[in-house]
């Protein structure tokens, strides 16, 4: 897959890493433009490369957004973004400590009002980076595999963000929409960087999801349950097929 990723700190570095591990191909981009990211392409090799923000959102089929949630003007322009798959791994931190109060939004809602025609997926936000770099396992089965959480609208681009986090050895586990599911990948969650496995995942979901009645929106609770329920495998295999993972 062609990859943008904006943000080339900890979490777009580590990222960009894995993925040209992986035999993807990433155009990776800052603030302060390509030449400040020389050193980290040589060190992704030839499927690694830098460019401008646009440029980066330009290039992918998937662009990952890893940049300080408060810095908006770090997102590029809706048309850029339109119609591509956008994994939104950031978190509403404040530059002073905090979070911001998103009322009963959550973060990756804000960000989709900013790009309305992307294809938002909330991932990667809730694993801490070193984590990231590594814990990934491909030679475990898939349930086993230390778990990334993935919520969005949209289930091809849900798909495509699961077999992506698939291919650099990690397990995908859906918390459901992105109202729902990305309020339960909020930071102060009880799943957030945590080391479940996708299985530990899926256990603690069903003992402990209904503690999390009174902080969920109304009827989020039996949909959440009811997207942790099917033993759906990715990507787009029958449950109990090959190695591929059940989320
Ligand atoms: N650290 C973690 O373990 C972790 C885990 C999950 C999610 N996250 C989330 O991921 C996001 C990034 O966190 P991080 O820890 O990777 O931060 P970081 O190490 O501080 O890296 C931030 C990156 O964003 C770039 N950036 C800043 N302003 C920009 C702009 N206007 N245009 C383009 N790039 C810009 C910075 O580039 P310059 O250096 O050129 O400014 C830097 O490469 C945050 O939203 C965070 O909540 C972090």
Redesign the pocket.
Known sequence: MKIGI???????ATVARLFVAAGHEVVI????GPE?LRALVAELGARGHAAS?NEAAAFGEATLL????H?A??VPSSNLLRGKIVID???P?KPEGGFYDLGDSTSSEEVLKRLPEARMVKA???????HLATRGRKDLPVEERHAIYLASDDLPAKDAVATLIESIGFAPVDTGSLREGGRLQQPESPIYNQTFTAREARAFFRNELHKLADVLPDGALPRALEALGPLRAWPNKPPGSGKSGKY
């Open positions: 904006l943000g080339a700190g900890r979490i777009g981009s800052n603030s302060r400040s923000v890893a940049v300080p949630w810095l003007a770090a791994a950031m978190n931190y990667f936000n809730t694993i801490y980076y070193e």
